[in-house]
């Protein structure tokens, strides 16, 4: 059994008051953070209070290698991490694919053991839950995938009582502004790359401490070795931003751009690449001739090869499409900052139909020299490049065997206890 002090969850519920407050003054007034926390603290505090009387009864113990613990359980159907989980299994690695419930969800299964140490209500039901996750399934390496989870701390210390370890897998870049990056209590933290690596460094604010590893994406695969592109095939490939970006007026503003430029070229083919939770409302009612929907079956690979240029505004798979070698043209009408400094590598932001024309047509006579303006941009996003499914997957194996990987540590700070 590991080291642990006989205070460690007093400690850790401790640091995560201290957090939560300093997390609330950076973007509230006094009065309005104290508010807010008033709110939290009752809110958890019931929750730790109905937990205490909904402890499991008995567990099924699942004993696992590796657990993979969604953020919800919508995640699980969307289905993106099917070839990192079929590559685990041929790689002989016994796994679980589960998610993290509601807290009505939680205490009506009960599914709450009593910690192994006392620990104040107001965190009672999230460090219970986390035991009883830990005690069912047993894993040797339990992977994380939601940002700025309250559960990950108590998650750490129950796997780490028992020897087994917390893998943080992220599941797209680092570099945006979510308070939710602040939180850092992992045993490893997988990253896509170096922009990842330096945004993390960049905040004011983190919790906790973890080994960052550059194992690149494990959504990524050989499957985006894709040949070069034909610049005189004319078609674009236009990816799609999150839903709940999409009903913003600055990012139907964008679509409406490049609609109406297609509308003016139809020698031009526009395929667009919706996000995977969006339901493409805004091309349902408004969508040119030459422009195609492509249906959520359809990889983002397949229609990577398929295209000749990309339209990005602002999504990861704009890493992707750079490193399949697609020449990339930068189209936001919104006023949100371009976290992917897509502006440094591709230009500056083409916000006209004219500007578009001429990106287009300098892209189309100078292609090569914007393949590899694409190339760059993917070095500096995605650490791995095709080969990130492969090492991410073999770095696992290794902590499985009980090895320590290289990293950087990321230590926490700014806000005192």
Known sequence: MANISARAWKDKAQALDHYRWALLR?????????IRYARDYLRDCIFGFRARGRLAKAINVIEQDFVLLQSAPKVIGFQRKKAFLEKLSACGG????????????????????????????????????????????????????RNGSLFS?????????????????????????????????????????????????????????????????????????IPAADPTLRTILL?????????????????????????????????????????GTFWQESIGDNMRVLPHTESLAGALRISSLVISIISNAVIEAALAGRPVIHV??????????QAHFFGGCANTIELLDERIADIESEYASHVCESRMFADYHLSQ???????????????????????????????FR
């Open 239 to 279: 990816l799609g931003v999150g839903p709940d970006k999409e009903k913003e007026p600055g990012y139907q503003k964008s679509y409406e751009l490049v609609r109406q430029w297609a509308a003016r070229h139809p020698e031009y083919t526009v395929l667009i690449k919706l996000h995977p939770r969006s339901k």
């Open 332 to 341: 936001n009408l919104s006023r949100d900052w371009d976290i992917f400094e």
């Open 153 to 225: 701390p108590f998650l750490r210390l129950s796997l780490n009582r028992r020897n087994s370890l917390l893998v943080h897998l992220a599941h797209a870049t680092t570099v945006e502004s979510s308070k939710r990056l602040s939180m850092n209590d992992y045993d490893y933290y997988f990253l896509f790359g170096k922009s990842s690596l330096e945004a993390l460094r960049r905040r004011k604010l983190m919790f906790g401490t973890s080994c960052a590893v550059l194992s690149g994406s494990h959504m990524v695969d050989m499957s985006y070795d």
């Open 94 to 145: 016994h796994f679980i694919e589960t998610a993290l419930e509601e807290v009505n969800t939680i205490l009506t299964k009960r599914l709450l053991i009593d910690p192994p140490q006392a620990v104040p209500l107001r965190y009672y039901g999230y460090a219970a839950h986390a035991e009883w996750l830990v005690a069912v399934f047993n894993p040797k390496i339990l992977l994380n995938d």
């Open 26 to 34: 950076e973007q509230y007034s006094y009065l309005g953070a104290l």
């Open 385 to 415: 490049g095709v080969d990130g499914l492969n090492r991410t997957l073999g770095m696992l194996l290794a902590l499985q065997k009980g090895e320590v990987l290289e990293g950087e540590m990321l230590e926490e700070r700014g806000f």
